[in-house]
């Protein structure tokens, strides 16, 4: 069983266009999150979500919109797609231990993202 | 501001030992994370230190040096297999008490026969 499952795997749209990108874990976490991977591997955290709360919103457009209609699911909803925003769209999840355990992050496969 | 350095790329042999280094300048610390990345795979991940000292784990271990802002990351009898990108992220919670990863740039390791 995929731990951290994300679709589609592949999105192909034009400028413009309103998309959106699934995730769920069945892996009981309560945290779950959603990465921008650039085409230079570069990393970044763009939303967490605790318990179906924000956590983190860094700085991002308010073209996109994350939803978690319970805590195993995080949808990411983003508006208006622009060429920058063609990149590698990574979901993980843990499990936030707020005694200082180790809290790794299990990420999805990614959703490859071309805007035309 | 959060800035995490690493090479870009390196190469090495099999059957070699390879060392990737981190340094890194972040706001605050509560940990730091060691990820690997095949081609058009996801991160998985490979270490954590919290504490100065290495941690070790079968072919894999990692450093950490907190007041240095520095890590590595050491790979023995490196395998084709070893051929991905590595990720040093350092955990830093800020305010919210939950975790925040913020990642390098990643080093791709190219390993030869």
Known sequence: DTAVSQTPKYL???????????CEQNLGHDTMY????????????MFSYNNKELI?????????????????HLNLHINSLELGDSAVYFCASSQDFNDGGLNIQYFGAGTRLSVL | GQNIDQPTEMTA?????????????????NGLFWYQQHAG??????????????????RFSSFLSRSKGYSYLLLK????KDSASYLCAVR????????????GTGTRLLVSP
């Not at chain 1, 983190?56 to 195993?72: G, H, L, Q, Y």
């Not at chain 2, 009898?77 to 084709?80: A, N, S, V």
């Open chain 1, 12 to 22: 192909v749209t034009q400028m413009g266009n309103d998309k959106s990108i699934k």
């Open chain 1, 34 to 45: 959603w990465y921008k991977q650039d085409s230079k591997k570069f990393l970044k955290i």
């Open chain 1, 56 to 72: 983190i919103n860094e700085t991002v457009p308010n073209r996109f919109s994350p939803k978690s209609p319970d805590k195993a």
């Open chain 2, 13 to 29: 042999t099999e059957g070699a030992i390879v060392q990737i280094n981190c340094t890194y300048q972040t706001s605050g610390f």
């Open chain 2, 41 to 58: 795979e996801a991160p998985t991940f490979l270490s954590y230190n919290v504490l100065d000292g290495l941690e070790e784990k079968g």
């Open chain 2, 77 to 80: 009898e490196l395998q084709m």
């Open chain 2, 92 to 103: 830093d919670d800020g305010n919210t008490g939950f975790q925040k990863l913020v990642f």
